[in-house]
């Protein structure tokens, strides 16, 4: 089984980026966390960052027809990104959304997410440990190949 794990805008600064809202952990220690868990799981997970909206769009196009899952914490393009909504929507794979932090309990514009609705389910608040639920819950979905 294969799972894509897409990390958004600014998630390359996380352990200098506002440590106290996102924690202290490099994007490097959280992807190795989530690669011990999905070596125990038997999954294969292909990790990818960036900055820009069409460069995430272009991973998904071409990583997805060959995975199962997607886990994404799409950063601020949570609350504005429709061409990431649509892809995501277009590619018909099982989604998951990753917040490091609680977005319910921060500012306003935050509380929407324009993937939540082609997602199917949403982890918020639970720092690094989200993504290790997510791709939990994804080893764990029924008709998975084995
Ligand atoms: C975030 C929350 C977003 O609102 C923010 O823009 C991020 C990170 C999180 O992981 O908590 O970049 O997705």
Redesign the pocket.
């Known amino acids: 089984m294969r799972i894509l794990v897409v990390h958004g805008?600014?998630?390359n600064l996380l352990g200098q980026r506002e440590p106290g809202i996102?924690g202290t952990k490099t994007l490097g220690e959280i992807n190795a966390q989530i690669e011990r868990r999905a070596a125990e799981l038997g999954v294969t997970v292909v990790a990818f960052q960036s900055n820009s909206e069409g460069d995430i769009i272009d991973f998904l196009q071409a990583q997805a027809p060959q995975a199962e899952g997607i886990v994404i914490?799409?950063?601020?393009l949570?609350?504005y990104g429709l061409s990431l909504r649509d892809a995501i929507a277009s590619l018909a794979k099982p989604t998951i959304e990753v917040?490091?932090?609680n977005?319910y309990a921060r500012e306003d514009w935050?509380r929407n997410s324009v993937i939540s609705p082609v997602a199917l389910g949403q982890i918020s608040g639970l720092g690094g440990r989200g993504y290790i639920a997510a791709l939990e819950a994804l080893a764990a979905l029924p008709g998975k190949p084995e």
Do not use: D, F, Q
């Open positions: 805008p600014n998630l996102y914490n799409p950063g601020a949570t609350h917040h490091l932090s977005i935050r």
